[in-house]
């Protein structure tokens, strides 16, 4: 069994460390015991100081307690079938109340999490039971819109004495003769994870009973590279080059720490000398960054690294006792909004030069026009319909929309104009296909290819065609011969022009 396990404090008393944030969350618990709701605690800080030991001691003191942690899928619609349901329904115990546990909260993120953020603060709104919020990043963005509504509780790594103190209890009830040098060591090197102090102990007791100095001096210090807003306090708030060279290990990108220093610099000092020479050293740093980009030499980054880092720290005169919360660099808030606007301008000169044929420069040149042309909103719908613009691209020439009735009006007088369009080119088309197909000129069913005198407007008595083949053959006439030839070329001509003429063949 784990001793991380074994040893789990089972009261408040026993947690180790944060005695002044305990006495916050007991209180909290009192008050809802007494029928005070109270808003949800936010418990926040680095792994392995207790938080969600804290929060499962706090469980024991209500009816029953349901929780949802990092291992368990949260989007919206799973986190609203348990934890809404939960929240807004009565205990199994009665009219008592049960807690409710989501542990990394700033962890919900992906596609299997997809909307979870939304539903915790929708069921914060409703919960009618107590809710414990748990958090390792404070200043994560998916806390941003949780934090407000939650009464936030910063829990702060242990003290390497308190630590000490508990791994020597620990010691004794597991019959271990350790040396309290040998204690002290582990818990300073824990870096105050209490966890990992007492899973230290153990894999070392497990070799031996006894535990001396020796023992833990090949000990490799727990990895505490801290995030980006301790290294910028670490540079702005110490003037020991060592402590600052550590406070700058992170795994980040140098270039976004400069930035995030020279952001905070004027906030933290407040002499002018003192803002002018470390911005001075900013440039350095810069002017270091940019011969690395373009040399490709990283050697460089050393250089840049000191002077952003041991370069500004020294360039105060003293340090500042009071709190300075680091903000993120506003260069990057202009360019994600200037890079927003760019893009809805490109994507109008697009559809600008599909309609129209014109260039994208000569597109946004027009977009001065058109801003005095969508302030009438007959004009503006037309405009908006032609080049197919959505709200958002309508919005960039009109700060109001379309008048609801002005775009039923000309929805209905565009569709009049389809049809009236429609019927005007179906009539063209009958026009062109009474035009194209010709007159055909019936001949007499009867009529001879050549003429016989004395028989005009006379009867002609009907007789055997035998003999008439013999009269024929018998007065042939040669020159009566070319007037046939004509007649049949004529009637080959007439053959061609009385096939059915297509719709489609002119």
């Known amino acids: ?79 609203k079938s348990t934890i809404g349901e939960s929240s807004s329904s009565r205990s199994l115990f009665g009219e008592e109340h049960k807690l409710i546990i989501l542990d990394e909260v700033d962890g919900i993120h992906g596609t299997n999490d997809r909307g979870g953020v939304k539903a915790i603060g929708e069921i914060i709104k409703s919960s009618k039971h107590p809710m414990i919020l748990i958090a390792n990043d404070f200043y994560s963005k998916r806390l941003q819109s949780i934090k407000p509504k939650c009464q936030v509780i910063k829990m702060k790594k242990a003290r390497w004495n308190s630590i000490s103190a508990l791994l020597r209890k620990i010691a004794i009830a597991e019959g271990v003769d350790a040396n309290p040098q040998a204690l002290k060591e582990i818990a300073v090197k824990s870096q105050g994870d209490v966890r990992s102090a007492i899973n230290t102990l153990q894999a070392l007791s497990d070799k031996d009973s006894t535990l001396e100095v020796d023992d833990v001096k090949d000990m490799v210090t727990k990895d505490t ?40 610099i004027p906030r933290e000092y407040k002499k002018k000398h003192e803002i002018k020479k470390a911005y001075d050293y900013i440039s350095k740093a810069d002017l270091f960054f940019g011969r690395t980009i373009t ?52 994507d109008i000169a697009q559809k600008m030069s ?42 960039r020439f009109r700060s109001k929309k379309i008048p609801k009735k002005v775009v039923t009006k000309m929805e209905k007088q565009k569709a009049q104009m389809r049809v009236e369009e429609r019927d005007r080119r179906a009539e063209e088309l009958k026009n062109q296909m009474m035009n194209v197909i010709p007159e055909v000129e019936q001949e007499p069913e009867d009529e001879l290819p050549f003429e016989i005198p004395g028989l005009d407007g006379a009867k002609v008595e009907e007789e055997p065609p035998q003999e008439a083949e013999e009269e024929i053959i018998e007065e042939p006439e040669p020159v009566e011969e070319e007037p046939q030839e004509e007649k049949a070329e004529e009637k080959k001509d007439k053959k061609k022009t009385d096939k059915q003429v297509s719709l489609f063949s002119f």
């Open 1 to 79: 069994m784990l001793w991380t396990d074994k040893y789990r404090p089972q009261e408040l008393s026993e947690v180790v460390g944060n005695k002044k944030e305990i006495k916050i969350i007991t209180d909290w618990v009192n008050a809802w015991k007494s029928n005070n709701p109270q808003i949800p605690l936010l418990l926040v800080g680095p792994p392995g100081i207790g938080k969600t030991t804290l929060a499962q001691i706090i469980a024991k003191e209500f009816s029953e307690y349901i929780e949802l942690n990092a291992s368990d899928k949260r989007s919206q619609d799973v986190i």
């Open 225 to 264: 590279r801290s995030d980006i807003f301790n290294a910028i306090t670490g540079v702005l708030k110490s003037k020991t080059p060592a402590h600052v060279k550590e406070a700058l290990w992170i795994e980040e990108d140098p270039t976004l720490v400069m930035e995030y220093i020279a952001e905070n």
């Open 295 to 346: 040399s490709r030499n990283y050697g460089y980054w050393k250089y840049a690294t000191d002077f952003m880092g041991i370069g500004v720290s020294n360039s105060k005169d003293e340090t500042y006792k009071k709190f300075t919360k680091i903000q993120t660099p506003t260069i990057f808030t202009l360019m994600s909004r200037n890079r927003g606007k760019r893009n809805l301008r490109d």
């Open 354 to 395: 599909d309609k129209l044929h014109i260039s994208h420069a000569i597109a946004i040149s027009m977009f001065p026009y058109l801003e005095i042309m969508f302030k009438n909103d007959e004009l503006a719908w037309e405009i908006s319909d032609y080049l197919e613009l959505e709200d958002n691209e309508i919005k």
